[in-house]
């Protein structure tokens, strides 16, 4: 069954980016701490990528974080999802307005201009299809910002939430949870490592 997952880096405060995020900065001030562990040579966190990677058949981002990502700074070849984990899956951003153009041309990527539930649906749809292609289950990764997959949380969209608790305290940024309703979580999993503590929760 292809489950909805929420998959973010956050500090311990809270913020999945630094202070003034932005196409020229990135992650913000002292962001880029958050994905140390993307980047690390330790085992357990090659796996908890390569794990993540492999199941997903389709990602949604919200605009912002794609006009970051497509931006002149943003992915290549070697920072780009999964870099070097995973075949490109389907892309599906949220925004009220298509870009222009797309730096990333390479990328499936669909813009939907209706919403975040219908965004969702898009994108269990290109998974679904994926799934029949590679003859397993695979998911919908929401990667983010924080506001979209806070929205996801709000909505009851999102099945597994999927932390990766760097060991930073930013002070400010783009928080991932304010004012978010109730939710029951189920621990999973726990993955500690130099780099990050990777938590796995069921949402109920």
Do not use: C, N
Request: aromatic share 6%.
């Amino acid at each position: 069954m292809t489950r909805i997952v929420a998959d973010i880096s956050v500090s311990l405060d809270g913020f999945v980016t630094g202070p003034e995020p932005g196409l020229e900065s990135g992650l913000g001030t002292g962001g880029e701490a958050l994905h140390l562990w993307a980047f690390s040579d330790d085992e357990d966190d090659r796996r908890v990528l390569r794990e993540a990677t492999s199941i997903s058949g389709a990602v949604v981002l919200g605009r912002h974080l794609f006009d970051v990502v497509d931006g002149p700074h943003g992915w290549d070849d070697e920072t780009g999802y999964g870099a070097g984990e995973v075949g490109k899956p389907a892309f599906v951003v949220v925004t009220s307005t298509p870009p222009p153009s797309v730096r990333l041309a390479d990328l499936d990527w669909t813009f939907v201009t209706t919403g975040l539930p219908d965004a969702v649906a898009a994108a269990r749809d290109r998974a679904v299809a994926a799934s029949a292609v590679r003859g397993r289950d695979l998911d919908v990764v929401l990667m983010g910002g924080g506001a979209t997959v806070r929205s996801a949380l709000d909505t009851g969209l999102v099945d597994v939430l999927r932390l990766h608790l760097a060991p930073v305290v930013l002070g400010d940024g783009t928080p991932l949870f304010t004012g978010a309703a109730p939710r029951t979580l189920v621990q999973r999993d726990v993955v500690a490592t130099s780099t990050a503590t990777h938590l796995t929760y069921d949402v109920r």
